[in-house]
């Protein structure tokens, strides 16, 4: 619940739903930051309300007391709701407190230079700089559970439920499958492969200023028969106590795919829902890649076929498909993107403006309401990366408490999809290049080959039981302006994500493709093949490579 005096910013929390506290405490300061965590009793409802014709935050609360923690300083001054000694006639809900302008003081009144609402990434980011710059700073933190009562505490998606557990769990099944490729080298002794076993006052707080940082979700579409019921999302998936076995993701986002490779590389069988593309919004030939090697691994893309109902049959889930046609299956699992937390409707009541897509518009982090910030996936048109959100909010604290004032620089992001061979990339697609210079603008430079590691082990394509029919490993593409200066760069292949962190500083630098050229490669890598690239897509030659060691030459 919010409220604002002049340019004092109040938030009042139900201090006996903290279930614990995190302090930071910086030695050469008085400063200091607290960050709760809440409970499921109470969440960002409790936060805004709305904004007074009078530029006065409501307040509203719920929470039971025999007193009041607030005196007025007239006599009309304020309304408390049904559960105190004053009556709000003018209200429409008896849960609400209003207070106006210059006609109030407050008890048990905490204050701070800055409020953070959202533990992850960009408000853990925001809060932690602000306490090194000496700013006393509070966050509050609530995940509200999933359907199947998935929560977690500060940390955000990254650290419980995105980055970190799915880069873990990619990596079990990169295991599993060096597992089979030791026999190729000669090693013995091992087990037989099997799946893998899945074994009492409210406290007013206030501050001159706010950041919003409340993330989003993933969510369930509510149109599909059965689908609450029974199906999950990646949030969920990490908390299961069981194996998932056969299991079908319903999505194309790099989370479905990053998902269903993982779980694959684990010895499950999974399909993949995809209502008409992979990847949206990334390059299409580094993407077809990506498809081709998911299916050698035993990925079943069902283009076009969307689940209409789920419902339980003995002990699995019977699914039908738009085309009537049924599967059954242990898991299913809605990867089909994020939304923006629920409770942003209270946000709107306070009068911050959002897009259309119920993200918060924002000027350089500033919504349109004075002092109150917005950092991270909640952000309108930013990209929902976790590096991206805490750079932005570490940025954002250093203008707003120091004599910084870098703005965040949103173009040439790197970005990797953690598929079974990675796609990392960072600048324009090439589509996208295209629509933004002209085809005959650009030169494109393309490599595909087989990574050193595997070649020896000629892994076999399920379907065809033929070695030489598995795909190529690995692609390396440039997209270079005529000039030479590079807009863009992409690699499918292992280890994608370390590959391009050192690449993308190009684009950051506008280097040409000559520096490339110019730079020794270490042999032999996968990265050596960006500074071995000749081949353009316009020459008409084919880009793929009959020999050499790995993305470099050997002669």
Known sequence: MLFKKRNLITITVPKIFLSSYLIFRQSDFLSYSFCYNFNHLTDYRNFFHKIN?????????????????????????????????HTNSNSNSNTNTNFEKNSYRIKNMIHYDLIVLGGGPAGMAAAKEASRLGKRTVLFDYVTPSARGTSWGVGGTCVNVGCIPKKLMHYASL????????????????????????????QYVS??????????????????????????????LFQLNTNPGKTLIVGASYVALECAGFLTGLGYNVDVSVRSILLRGFDRQCVKKVEELMEASGVLFLYHKLPIKIEKHNQQLKVTFNDQSVNYYDTVLYAIGRIPSQYTQHLKEVGIEFDGNGNILVTNEETNIKDIYAVGDIVSKVPKLAPVAIKSSELLIQRLYSNNNTQMNYENVPKCVYTPFEYSSCGLTEEEAIEKYGEDNLEIYLKEYNNLEISPVHRINKKTNDEFDYPMTCLSKVICLKDGKIIGMHYVGPNAGEIMQG?????????????LDKTVGIHPTDAESFVNLTVTKSSGKSWIATGGCAGGKCG
């Open 53 to 85: 014709s009078n530029n006065s935050y409501s307040i509203n609360t719920s929470l039971q007391s025999n007193n009041t923690n607030l005196q007025s300083s007239h006599s009309n001054s304020y309304s408390t709701n049904s559960q105190s000694n």
């Open 503 to 515: 690449f993308s500083v190009l684009l950051t630098l506008n280097a040409k493709k000559s520096d």
């Open 175 to 202: 295991l599993r499958s060096s597992n089979y490729d030791k026999f190729q080298y000669g090693l013995t002794n091992t087990q037989e492969l099997t799946p893998i076993n899945w074994n009492k006052l409210i």
């Open 207 to 236: 501050g001159d200023k706010i950041i919003i940082a409340i993330g989003e979700r993933p969510y369930i579409p509510s149109d599909v028969e059965g689908a609450n019921e029974y199906a999950i999302t990646s949030d969920d």
